[in-house]
């Protein structure tokens, strides 16, 4: 594997590192040169990128557990003594729910992992940071800003998510600590294998979401580390931004009212099945 020195000597913690856009983004940071410390709530992704790769730990953690999270810092600090970089990446998607389906309970586990998790691992972060004037990169996502069907507490999640970033940019500016966020649109990964495999028709959900975007194609995992690792290293006058890895997927108007929904259409529209109001054919 060939050896960047473009992040060399930093150090890097990476949660959701086990598989998918975590997993890459651990690849790219060690062709940057830098050590990472891999998180993961399950084992078997992590240790074997441990086995694999060069200038990398893993720590069997879980970001919604406050205790994990701090043994996830003190031993990073222990093993390498320093911290430069903080990758909140660990996150979840619920299957498509309509509102009425939802649950409190559901939202605030949610709210756990894709929020709180990331508030804690920072806050404990924050004082080594300061010291190397170090960054964060919170892995946000494109639905967080446009929404999304049937995924209320996903897009408050990832909303959420998108705007501590920015309150924690103005925040540590004085200390020089920079904090982005990506926002990705449809990254094919198992995460989007698995909510495609739990529709009623996944086949039709995948070419949906291919069509998504104007480059006509999903994402892949690595093009989201690319920018990670950029915002790490060379964007140095970048903070509080929100970045968008997303095909263009949100460019461009499209067909949002739902079919059978009120519409109003000009007198002068030609007879068009999907503006007979009220229809739900
Ligand atoms: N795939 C996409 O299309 C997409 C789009 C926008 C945003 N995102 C976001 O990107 C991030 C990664 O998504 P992905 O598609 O690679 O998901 P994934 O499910 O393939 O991988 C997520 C990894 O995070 C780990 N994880 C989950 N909960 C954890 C916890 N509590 N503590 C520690 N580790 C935990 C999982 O074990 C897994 O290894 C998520 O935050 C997701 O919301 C993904």
């Known amino acids: 594997m060939a050896t960047g020195s473009r992040y060399a000597g930093k150090v890097v913690i ?4 086990g598989r998918g856009i975590g997993e890459q983004i651990v690849r790219a940071f060690v062709e940057s040169g830098a ?8 084992e078997s992704g992590g240790r074997a990128l441990e086995q694999e790769l060069p200038r990398t730990v893993f720590i069997l ?4 557990r406050e205790e994990d999270m701090k043994t996830l810092v003190s031993e990073t600090i222990r093993r390498f003594g320093r911290l430069d970089c903080v990758v909140n990446n660990a996150g979840r998607h619920l299957p498509p729910q309509w509102p009425e389906e939802t649950s409190g309970e559901e939202f605030r586990s949610l709210l756990e992992v894709n929020l709180l998790g990331p508030y804690t691992l920072t806050k404990l972060a924050l004082p080594y940071l300061r010291k190397t004037q170090g ?11 446009i929404a999304q069907t049937q995924a209320i507490t996903y897009v408050a999640t990832k909303g959420a998510l998108a705007a501590m970033t920015k309150g924690l940019a103005l925040d540590e500016s004085q200390y ?7 926002s990705p649109g449809n990254i094919w990964t198992k995460m989007w294998q698995e909510l495609a495999a739990a529709s009623p028709d996944p086949k039709t959900a995948i070419q949906e979401g291919i ?8 994402g892949n995992p690595a093009e989201v580390a690319a920018a990670a690792v950029f915002l790490a290293t060379e964007a140095t006058f970048c903070t509080g931004c929100e970045l968008f890895v997303t095909g263009g997927a949100e460019l461009g108007y499209g067909i949002k009212a739902k079919r059978g929904a009120p519409v109003e259409a000009p007198d002068t529209l030609p007879d068009c099945p999907h503006f007979q109001s009220g229809s739900s054919d």
């Not at 953690?61 to 919604?64: H, K």
């Not at 960054?135 to 800003?145: M, P, R, T």
């Open 14 to 17: 990476v949660t959701g590192g």
């Open 176 to 182: 020089g600590v920079r904090v982005n966020c990506i």
């Open 211 to 218: 069509l998504n975007q104007p480059l006509g194609r999903m």
């Open 61 to 64: 953690s879980d970001v919604t």
């Open 135 to 145: 960054n964060i990169v919170n892995i946000a996502s494109l639905v967080g800003a």
């Open 35 to 42: 050590q990472v410390v891999i998180c993961d709530k399950m």
